[in-house]
């Protein structure tokens, strides 16, 4: 398969037999299947399923939080005794981890990265500022945590406005079959529950529906 990347979509539509999905830049596409796995705020804004389907997608919410990455060039060291870390008190840092050190990935050639999630309350408090003011605001909490912390080569700071499902869709069936023929159906952890195991129940979901298509 070809992969396309940064095409946000914007419409699709049912065009005999088959959809046609139109993206930001105005380009359209034909596909026989689609499958749609972003979360389920932004399915709701194509519009493409029926009344039944919509309110059972409307009851599904999100935690929202900020992400943020710091990339260090190699053989910078982060003299720390874990691999990552819950703090369950901070207002502000949830959790903290040295990523290469979490997967036994450490290497002189390559250098470490460390990512910081932010709390929900932080995340829900800041949502709408702008990511470089409260990038500022977590790296500050950051070096209180970790004074001896060197300083990053680069730094990437992520709003995560779709965090975690607080709330899937009704009864957790993994995928929602918006149309047989052509095949429209969506899953995600929206539609199970919000970790690692919850996105590869739905895709096993949705690979049951493709089988079932062919």
């Not at 979360?39 to 997608?57: C, T």
């Not at 870390?85 to 901070?90: A, D, F, Q, V």
């Not at 997967?103 to 999630?117: P, Q, T």
């Not at 932080?122 to 702008?130: A, D, K, V």
Request: aromatic share 8%; glycine share 6%; proline share 4%.
């Amino acid at each position: 398969a070809e992969v396309f990347y940064g095409r946000q979509v914007t419409h699709i539509h049912r065009k005999d037999t088959c959809w046609e999905v139109r993206h930001k830049d105005g380009d359209a596409e034909h596909f026989d299947i689609v499958v749609l796995t972003m979360p389920v705020p932004q399915i709701l804004q194509l519009q493409v399923m029926g009344e039944n389907q919509r309110r059972k997608l409307e009851a599904v919410s999100y935690s929202s939080r900020y992400a943020l990455g710091l990339f260090y060039k190699a053989d910078t060291q982060i003299d720390v005794p874990w691999a990552a870390k819950y703090l369950s008190n901070n207002p502000c840092i949830r959790f903290i981890a040295i990523d290469d050190k979490k997967r036994n990935l450490e290497s002189k050639e390559c250098g470490a990265s460390l990512v910081v999630h932010t709390s929900v309350p932080f995340g829900i408090q800041h949502l709408e500022e702008e990511k470089e003011a409260v990038q500022d605001i977590i790296l500050q909490e950051l070096e209180k945590l970790m004074p001896e912390l060197p300083k990053a080569d680069s730094i990437k700071c992520q709003k995560w406005r779709y965090s975690q499902v607080t709330r899937s869709v009704e009864d957790c069936p993994g995928q929602m079959t918006v149309l047989s023929e052509p095949l429209l159906v969506c899953g995600g952890d929206g539609f199970t529950h919000s970790n690692f195991d919850g996105c590869i129940e739905s895709a096993l979901k949705i690979c049951e529906v493709l089988k079932a298509s062919l």
